[in-house]
């Protein structure tokens, strides 16, 4: 008969529960409240209960800034979701050997998860400026005349390459983490078996990752749809809302001066939770079947 | 019950890893700082913001013998933000060897929508006694429920030496004074004077002949239009300009009628008269990377002397003159956007920076003091001399700029550009027309109409808010 932990592990982890509950469950209840009413934001300004009088207004007289939110939304999140996790797999791949000099590839390739949304914005903010930033100029140089971030044609892409790019290092280390807990066992099977190393990569490897592909694409494609802050930074939603997801929306919605309106915020806020939440567990059902176990 | 050092640690180990985890779930793709569903406290991310710290809360004591501190907190004004700060730090230690026991505490918070988060922040958190606002544009009477928000200031007594037809205007509501508008600003272009010399060229007066200046300047490799539009709300400028002198002449009620009865038709042909030519104009005589050049930048840009002109707020001029220009004289003119003269002899203007005081302050009689003090003629010119906006008191300024702007006051009429309602789905920026390809003047005319008409439902409850004597003293 072996000791048990006992009340432990549950003291150990109230803190971290009490944090969640007021950082995390209370703001969302209180958005969820504050949608059904006509909160300003001002103090001892009455607030009144509207009902879902902020919901009719978004479906109807919103509809057409929630048609193009969702829109960019959705090329935002597939676009980022595929491509960060397909380019992490293979740079994961890459670096789960004994090559020389890959703990500082893997360290380079990880900074940008450090630095945070606000330093990795306003780099690349001055890296694409129209009028002399590095970007700008070696696409001179070239003959491309580029005004990536003041461009609609290519604003959303600009910020979907900054979003990848700040994001790749925190998925490529789930996905090393996730290979070196395959067996080596395997491989030598499949290298018995004559399998090459294209062929261990797609029938060994990728399948054998399903944990970690579940957790990075719920995090890529919740990240994507509730975020704003790179946005913020690099284009404000801009220009001519070719950038305004859902995220910047609401914040534009909750704070932006000329229409400071935060109970119709809360009310997008609530649609986008619905919608994450809908997404998420689509995914989640999906990809925990294609899990392999061993 | 006997807990080893190694389970004991192990459980630490497991409540931080369980913390992190649970922080960092449906947040971000990265464990990076995300935002929450509550407003958060602003971060000042563009990089003509300034970062601060909040500011101490006032002291209880209202007057009297006891330390008082007064926490002022306004937006960062760009390259004049260190004159700003100095201004204010003359003015308040003035006020302080009136006051002793008083210190003011000034904080510029950043530009734009970090400004109004900051804003919005330190109200909602009480840390704040007075806010510099805008001047009073319906919105900003919607947006802050001033009769309820700020202090009455119609008893002080430095009201008096304003221009009471601006106090009627850009302070007043419900027969109360609730701020006290400094300054009002208007919509004008600003001009490289030895450029337009060096090829004869005088100040336009139609649109035919600005057409032709431009040409002029295009036919000696010259850029003859700078504009910053990022963010794109720096384009409402130019859409005010346009709608006052092509689209206003021929229906002046419009928006007095939008305001009182609720009734506007953006698809007349002087509206998309007004489409038609902003976006001519930005896409044949605008730098071509406009729309990605950073609007803090814009005056120091423009003091390059690689432009002819800027269409922008009469409010960057001291901008342009803190950034040095190479070029020796700074002019200005009123924007010749319609084939008549006279219509184009009139600028858009619209109430600016004023001092309101929170109702909530713990210091209200000092509060009510310390703009007095400022309201004063003396400490208002000094004040303005640093600003140079169009003051709201009869003073003259001095300088490049007012000399400039001067001429250019004969006649002024309100800017649409804070004009519309809270939850009115128009855009003061026309942005979708100006930045993309994807609409013609006319199918961008029906489709603000549509918008109009679509968010009815939302604005439709603040018609009957402001009435036709006040929408016509607005307007006059």
């Known amino acids: 008969m072996g000791r048990t932990a006992g009340i432990w592990p549950y003291v150990c982890m109230a803190p971290a529960l009490a944090a969640f509950i007021v950082l995390e469950i209370v703001p969302a209840l209180g958005t969820s409240i504050f949608s059904l009413t006509d909160y300003s934001g001002l103090p001892h300004a009455p607030i009144r209960w509207v009902g879902i009088q902020n919901y009719i207004d978004l479906l109807t007289g919103g509809q057409t800034f929630l048609v193009r939110a969702l829109q960019v939304t959705a090329i935002f999140s597939l676009l980022v979701t595929v491509v960060q996790n397909g380019l992490a797999v293979l740079i994961a791949w890459l670096l789960n050997s004994r090559l020389r000099g890959q703990i500082s590839v893997r360290a380079l390739i990880f900074m940008p998860v450090v630095l945070g949304a606000t330093v990795n914005g306003l780099t690349w903010y001055v890296m694409f400026n129209p009028l002399g930033g590095p970007v700008t100029l070696a696409l001179g140089e070239l003959g491309i005349r580029a005004n990536l971030l003041g461009n609609a044609a290519t604003a959303l892409y600009a910020v979907i390459w900054v979003q990848i790019w700040a994001n790749l290092g925190f998925s490529m280390m789930v996905y090393l983490a996730g290979m070196q807990g395959i067996p080596t066992e395997v491989y030598e099977a499949g290298k018995i078996d004559g399998t090459s190393p294209w062929s261990a990569f797609r029938h060994l490897t990728i399948p054998l990752l399903a944990p970690s592909i579940t957790i990075n694409v719920l995090l890529a494609i919740i990240g994507t749809i509730t975020g704003f802050e790179l946005i913020f930074v690099l284009t404000d939603g801009g220009p001519a809302f070719t950038s305004q997801t859902l995220g910047m929306w609401v914040f534009n919605q909750a704070f932006f001066s000329n229409n400071r309106l935060p109970g119709y915020a809360a009310s997008i806020a609530m649609v986008q939770f619905v919608l994450v939440f809908a997404i998420a567990l689509v995914a989640q059902y999906y990809l925990r079947r294609r899990e392999a176990v061993l | ?476």
Not at chain 2, 69 to 92: C, D, H, L, P, R
Not at chain 2, 182 to 211: C, F, R, S
Not at chain 2, 459 to 473: N, R, S, T, V
């Open chain 2, 1 to 476: 019950m006997y807990v080893s050092r190694r389970r004991l640690l192990g459980s630490l180990a497991l409540g931080a890893g369980a913390s992190v985890v649970l922080a960092a779930c449906g947040q971000s793709s990265a464990p990076s700082p995300a935002a929450t569903s509550a407003p958060a406290k602003p971060a000042d991310s563009k990089p003509a913001a300034s970062a601060t710290s909040a500011p101490a809360a006032a002291a209880p004591a209202a007057g009297g013998a006891g330390p008082v501190t007064i926490n002022v907190i306004a937006w960062n004004s760009g390259s004049s933000a260190e004159a700003f700060k100095n201004a204010m730090s003359q003015i308040n230690e003035q006020f302080k060897q009136k006051r002793p026991n008083v210190t003011v505490n000034f904080e510029p918070l950043g530009q734009g929508a970090t400004w109004t988060n900051a804003q919005m922040a330190r109200i909602a958190g009480q840390t704040a006694d007075v806010t510099a606002t805008y001047g009073f544009a319906p919105q900003d009477i919607i947006n802050f429920q001033p009769d309820t928000q700020f202090l009455d200031l119609s008893g002080l007594a430095s009201i008096k030496s304003f221009d009471q037809t601006n106090v009627a205007r850009f302070m007043t509501w419900k027969g109360k004074v609730w701020q006290m508008t400094l300054a009002y600003v208007g919509h004008i272009v600003w001009a490289n004077e030895d450029m337009l010399a060096k090829y004869n060229l005088k100040h336009p007066t139609t649109y035919a002949e600005l057409q032709s200046m431009c040409d002029t300047l295009k036919s000696n490799k010259e850029m003859p239009v700078f504009y910053a539009a990022k963010p794109q709300n720096a384009l409402n400028r130019l859409a005010s300009q346009i709608e006052m002198t092509v689209g206003r002449p021929k229906h002046p009620n419009f928006w007095a009628d939008m305001l009182v009865q609720g009734k506007a038709d953006f698809t007349t042909p002087e509206w998309i008269e007004s489409f038609k030519r902003a976006k001519e104009f930005s896409s044949k005589y605008f730098d071509p990377a406009f729309s990605g050049i950073d609007y803090p930048t814009g005056a120091g840009l423009f003091a390059t002397g690689k432009y002819a002109m800027w269409p922008e707020g009469s409010f960057s001029g001291g901008d342009i003159i803190a950034a040095k220009p190479v070029f020796q004289k700074l002019g200005a003119f009123n924007a010749p956007f319609s084939d008549d003269a006279a219509a184009n002899a009139v600028q858009p203007v619209y109430g600016d920076i004023g001092w309101a005081g929170l109702k909530y302050t713990k210091s209200p009689d000092m509060v009510l003091e310390w703009i007095d003090f400022f309201g004063q003629k003396e400490y208002f010119k000094s004040f303005m001399q640093v600003l140079q906006y169009y003051p709201t008191q009869a003073v003259e300024l001095t300088g490049p700029v007012p000399q400039a702007e001067a001429p250019l006051l004969q006649k002024t009429a309100v800017s649409k550009v804070r004009l519309a309602l809270p939850g009115m789905t128009y855009d003061n920026t026309w942005s979708e027309l100006l930045l993309s390809d994807q609409y013609t003047p006319e199918r961008y005319a029906a489709y603000v109409q549509k918008n109009f008409d679509d968010s009815r439902p939302q604005w439709q409850k603040y018609i009957g808010m402001f009435d036709a004597d006040w929408a016509k003293l607005y307007f006059s």
